[in-house]
């Protein structure tokens, strides 16, 4: 019985924040479309340091990920745990451009911890330490993929994300990608130039600015 009442605890609780994050994610998206936007009210999403939630939420993914048998509780627990994870990675970097932006209309936002300076390398190398399975945490919290009727050109697939993703996020993702495909570290492969010259072309055209992304997202297709 108190493995169930912990079991029902963690599960209202995850809901619970990833309702906050959902809802911080989509007024983040809104600003990076209009900052000019930007209030005083949002200083308190601004300055909300998610770090040490994360940092429990990956140390009970690590012990369900540990357990001989899981559930389907345990499952959808683990699926919703990815979600949180990459989804508070997001909101942790993007946190940071959108502070700068506040404190040049508003002033000095009071965030005593700091931790908002701090990014999110910490979180990058925990996770990398938990193994994410990156066809999991490209999930969104209602368990299915990417599709091709937000994603017609399978960008976002090919970047390993899951829209709405902002703008200095998918850049993140194209330079981690570019490194990765580039011909000077796939030398054995004969077919290197020709992959690396189509992805930059593909990303270019759908990717290349904040206002082709855009387009991509609303229309479906890359700008002209």
Known sequence: MVAENNATTLSATIERDLTTFKSQRERLYQLQTHPETIE????????????????TYARELEALESKGSHTIEDKQAMHDLNTLLVMGDQLAEIRTIFA???????????????ELEQKSAGLEDQMADIDLDPSEASKTSTGTNTTAGNDPKGVYALLNLSPPVFFQVVQKAIKKKRMALHPDKNRDD???ADRFAQFMALVEETMGTAEKKEKYDGAGIGAA
């Open 40 to 55: 005083r009210s949002d200083s308190n999403m601004i300055t909300t340091s998610s770090r040490s939630i994360l940092k």
């Open 100 to 114: 700068q932006a506040y404190e040049a209309k508003f002033g000095t936002i009071d965030n005593t911890t700091h």
């Open 190 to 192: 004969p077919t290197a």
